[in-house]
């Protein structure tokens, strides 16, 4: 690969970004072509890990408007200070924005994180939590039904949602496959509409067959002759 072209990219995306992809000792062509292998990956994930996060947030939305006996449950029922901060933070950001607070703003507002944290030991005394599994996953298998693999699944697909979200690497990870697998068996427990809807535009297995080596052929086709 042409230094120059090396160097330039290097420069815009930095030096501490692309590192990761080098860490092994492989050459520039190798490294830029696992960086944009990295980009189809995520990307490939994107539109199934978006489907899981609304309807994960929805349901659990459903069942606790149910408890609560009204939309605003966020004001009525018992959370921990650290709930209280996002939700007064999801506030902040609407006001901020000029607009009205409303239910479904503060939904969309509230991260991942928070909708995942109701899942935890840290609620485990808290009545909606047991409403929330027995509402929202009536047909995960009785094995899985308790709540410390349901927060271990559900943390990994957060961690997987927060670096395809923030463009980290995720092509290392020797769990990827499984972890896809996870994330549509998750949905599927769900809404099996939904699991249909991100069956029909998965791309993940396809992309991830592919593997670097043919952005590599890419690279070189494209940027060997870059002046």
């Given at each position: 690969m042409n230094k120059q072209f090396y160097s330039e990219i290097e420069n815009s995306f930095?030096?501490?970004?692309?590192?990761?992809?080098?860490?092994?000792?492989a050459d520039d062509i190798t490294c830029i072509a696992r960086y944009l292998y990295n980009i189809e990956v995520c990307k490939s994930?994107?539109?199934?890990?978006?489907?899981?996060?609304?309807?994960?947030?929805n349901s659990i939305d459903k069942v606790?408007?149910?408890?609560?006996?009204a939309d605003n449950w966020y004001d009525i029922l018992p959370l921990d200070a650290t709930s209280i901060?996002?939700?007064n933070d999801a506030?902040?950001?609407?006001?901020k924005k000029g607009k009205p607070i409303t239910h479904d703003r503060i939904v969309s507002e509230l991260t991942f994180g928070f909708w995942t944290s109701l899942l935890t030991p840290r609620y485990s005394q808290a009545s909606f939590q047991s409403k929330i599994i027995k509402t929202c996953f009536r047909s995960i298998p009785a094995s899985q039904r308790n709540i410390k693999?349901?927060?271990?699944?559900?943390?990994?697909?957060?961690i997987l949602r927060n670096r395809?979200?923030?463009?980290?690497?995720?092509?290392?990870?020797?769990?990827?496959n499984n972890q896809h697998n996870e994330l549509l068996e998750s949905i599927k427990w769900l809404d099996r509409a939904s699991y249909e809807l991100a069956c029909s535009c998965d791309r993940f297995s396809?992309?991830?067959?592919?593997?670097?080596?043919?952005?590599?052929k890419y690279v070189k086709r494209h940027w060997n002759k870059y002046k």
């Open positions: 930095s030096a501490s970004r692309l590192s990761v992809y080098k860490q092994d000792g994930l994107y539109s199934s890990l978006n489907i899981f996060e609304v309807t994960f947030r606790l408007c149910t408890v609560a006996g901060k996002n939700i506030k902040h950001k609407i006001q693999n349901l927060q271990t699944r559900f943390d990994r697909i957060r395809v979200s923030h463009h980290e690497r995720i092509i290392h990870w020797k769990n990827l396809k992309v991830y067959a592919k593997e670097f080596k043919l952005y590599k």
